[in-house]
Nanobody, 117 residues
Framework: QVQLVESGGGLVQAGGSLRLSCSAS????????MGWFRQAPGKQRELVAA???????NYADSVKGRFTISGDNAKNTVYLQMNSLKPEDTAVYYC???????????WGQGTQVTVSS
């Protein structure tokens, strides 16, 4: 497994932007798929965006065109750029990693994102 630490959450007004960072304890992009999940109060955790070790990306329909996942191989860091934020984006955001398309089995501690209307 790999240790993951998220940062960059905070309070922002609707329409604003935030960039989340996920720092990994070792090299990730040659081995792991990386994902950003979120969980709002009373709701299930959902996959927001993912990037495979091959560089392919996919997004939840609710964030397409607004969020972008990317990585910096030299820094072992994955980013989630979030633009045009909406109150419904309010949640705890988690970074996760998996190997070989199996279960997401490495998780960060989460970072709170709150979007005010």
């Amino acid at each position: 497994q790999v240790q993951l630490v998220e940062s960059g959450g905070g309070l922002v007004q609707a329409g604003g932007s935030l960039r989340l960072s996920c720092s990994a304890s070792k090299r990730i992009f040659s081995t792991y798929d990386m994902g950003w999940f979120r969980q709002a109060p009373g709701k299930q955790r959902e996959l927001v965006a993912a990037i495979t070790r091959g560089g392919s990306t996919n997004y939840a329909d609710s964030v397409k065109g607004r969020f972008t996942i990317s990585g910096d191989n030299a820094k072992n860091t994955v980013y989630l750029q979030m633009n045009s934020l909406k109150p419904e984006d309010t949640a705890v955001y988690y970074c996760a990693a998996r190997v070989g398309g199996l279960l997401w089995n490495s998780w960060g501690q989460g970072t709170q994102v709150t979007v005010s209307s």
